[in-house]
T-cell receptor, first 115, second 113 residues
Framework: AQKVTQAQTEISVVEKEDVTLDCVYE???????LFWYKQPPSGELVFLIR??????QNEISGRYSWNFQKSTSSFNFTITASQVVDSAVYFC????????????FGTGTQLKVEL | DAGVTQSPTHLIKTRGQHVTLRCSPI?????VSWYQQVLGQGPQFIFQ???????GRGNFPDRFSARQFPNYSSELNVNALLLGDSALYLC????????????FGPGTRLTVT
């Protein structure tokens, strides 16, 4: 069975602070995919990143960076210099190779960025 | 290009009734999936359709059914509604069977009273 754990239910930061959202996953598959999605109050899930299990290079995209560590089954997401517009619920998800559309999502982390 | 569209936006139904939710994928996308997101939880996979055939099903009762039409749009049907079916229903589309980026619509918020 696949499982994704996002232990942080809610995080509040002041604008310009850095914040890291944790994601720990469980799978018996040897190859898999990991995702991060952002869900603003409008409800639509916005795709942020996909990472293959065989590619452990960290990735940076603007203020966003992701740290994938297969040894600890973690795929953490850091926002540098947070902004109010970053306020949303962030979901980590796990997908199987060749597994179609089925993604297993975590319970999400509510990020609140205040002025 | 338009993104994934879903209708209606909001819906209120009574226990025991039936509901049909609709989804139009991004133009050119042939695969559609449905997810249920209960308040405070992550989305749960319900169905996947590709080229009008069911390609995956999550752990949902038979009251839930879906279909995909020749134009790749899709319907999700739920019979004998229960209070616990109240949720945001999300549709996601992607181009093919094994491409991994999928794009979500804004969802339909269903309230069962």
């Amino acid at each position: 069975a696949q499982k994704v754990t996002q232990a942080q239910t809610e995080i509040s930061v002041v604008e310009k602070e850095d914040v890291t959202l944790d994601c720990v996953y469980e799978t018996r598959d040897t190859t898999y995919y990991l995702f991060w999605y952002k869900q603003p109050p409008s409800g639509e899930l916005v795709f942020l990143i996909r990472r293959n299990s065989f590619d452990e290079q960290n990735e940076i995209s603007g203020r966003y960076s992701w740290n994938f560590q297969k040894s600890t089954s973690s795929f953490n997401f850091t926002i540098t210099a947070s902004q109010v517009v970053d306020s949303a619920v962030y979901f980590c998800a796990l997908g199987r190779t060749g597994g179609g559309n089925k993604l297993t999502f975590g319970t999400g982390t509510q990020l609140k960025v205040e002025l | 290009d338009a993104g994934v569209t879903q209708s209606p936006t909001h819906l209120i139904k009574t226990r025991g009734q039936h509901v049909t939710l609709r989804c139009s994928p991004i133009s050119g996308h042939k695969s559609v999936s449905w997810y249920q997101q209960v308040l405070g939880q992550g989305p749960q996979f319900i169905f996947q359709y590709y080229e009008k055939e069911e390609r995956g099903r999550g752990n949902f009762p038979d009251r839930f059914s879906a279909r995909q039409f020749p134009n790749y749009s899709s319907e999700l049907n739920v019979n004998a509604l229960l209070l616990g079916d109240s949720a945001l229903y999300l549709c996601a589309s992607r181009f093919g069977q094994i491409t991994y980026e999928q794009y979500f619509g804004p969802g339909t918020r269903l309230t069962v009273t």
